[in-house]
């Protein structure tokens, strides 16, 4: 059986992050149109693909994930409206005023809900607004729109895109710890002044050897605030050689996580960043050592990850 069928009869999606291009290898294509759920646009979303140049807005790669996922039955979810990474150079060194960057993000975002309306059916709207200690990241959208950029914008989709699930989303948040403290005041303050949130990303890029993270308490407590949630960005790295041994810590690590999030009845499902280690965004040898980080391995063949999260499903 596929991963979505086995996750549908939990209730629950599963999905991947995809390219554009990768849809031109027909070993990708296929395991894209079956094994998922949803659809999350990798890059294609960011400011710095959709307005490299200024004015010049590039819909291409996106419009063709927008479109594969509505040929496949696919849910869309839209990545980022809002961040602070992946900007474009015009607007990173263009020494704009507070009022002209708000401007620029006000059009960014109703821009991107006005042309995904009706395909996009939840929207990361912040990405990784929270610091380690807690506090919001100060970041040029904080620095120029203030603290209230992050309800502004959830306020500007929603009036474009009602129907859309607005989230935040953020890494390194899944134990207790300050930074998970801070997105969970932040999320009960926006609610508490009724600004339209219903869902936390869970970005969970892990290491292998690191301990399975206690997702489902850390879930639960957002959950009790009347949120769903979701494992957004699921990926299980490791140092080479890649050995039998580690494959199946590898696949361990993913079992447990598909399995927090079964105890968790908001848990709406888990995203897996990249098909297989071939088009992973962790390959080996570039930034990092770590590399290998999906349930497919670099010729499309399944990992015993992929095996462990059918298992766990
Ligand atoms: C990554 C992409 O996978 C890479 O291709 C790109 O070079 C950098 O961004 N958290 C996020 C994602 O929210 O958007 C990031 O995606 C991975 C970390």
């Not at 979303?45 to 819909?59: A, F, G, L, S």
């Not at 959208?141 to 607005?166: C, F, K, M």
């Not at 999320?187 to 892990?206: E, N, V, Y």
């Not at 140092?239 to 848990?267: H, N, S």
Request: glycine content about 8%; some cysteine; hydrophobic content about 40%.
């Amino acid at each position: 059986m596929t991963l979505r069928a086995l996750a549908a009869r939990h209730g629950l999606g599963f999905g991947a992050a995809l390219t554009d291009s990768g849809l031109t290898d027909p070993r990708y294509l296929a395991l894209a149109a079956t094994q998922f759920s949803s659809v999350t646009p990798e890059n294609a979303m960011k400011w710095d693909h959709v307005e490299r140049v200024r004015h010049t807005r590039t819909w291409d790669p996106a419009d063709a994930l927008a479109r594969f996922a509505a040929r496949h039955g696919q849910e869309l979810r839209g990545h980022p409206l809002v961040w602070h990474d992946q900007l474009p150079h015009w607007l990173t060194e263009g020494h704009f005023t507070p009022g002209e960057l708000a401007a620029l993000l006000h059009t960014h975002v109703t821009t991107l809900t006005r042309r995904y309306a009706g395909a996009v059916t939840a929207w990361d709207v912040v990405n990784e607004p929270v610091e380690e200690d807690g506090s919001l990241c100060r970041t040029l959208w904080r620095e120029a729109l203030g603290p209230d950029y992050i309800a502004q914008a959830l306020t500007w989709a929603h009036t474009v895109d009602p129907e859309a699930r607005l989230y935040l989303n953020e890494f390194g948040a899944l134990d207790e710890s300050p930074k998970t403290k801070g997105l969970h005041d932040l999320a009960a303050s926006l609610l508490d002044r009724g600004i339209p949130l219903h869902g936390i990303g869970f970005q969970c890029h892990l290491l292998l050897g690191q301990e399975a993270p206690a997702l489902a308490r850390t879930l639960n407590r957002f959950a009790e605030l009347g949120l769903e949630v979701a494992v957004t960005e699921l990926s299980v790295r490791m140092l080479p050689p890649v050995t039998p041994a580690k494959l199946a810590a590898q696949a361990a690590t993913y079992r447990a996580v598909v399995e927090e999030c079964l105890a968790v009845p908001a848990c709406t499902g888990l995203t897996v960043w990249g098909v297989g280690d071939a088009d992973s965004w962790v390959p080996q040898g570039s930034r990092s050592p770590y590399g290998t980080p999906t349930l497919y391995d670099g010729a499309y063949r399944p990992k015993p990850a992929r095996e462990a999260v059918a298992r766990a499903l």
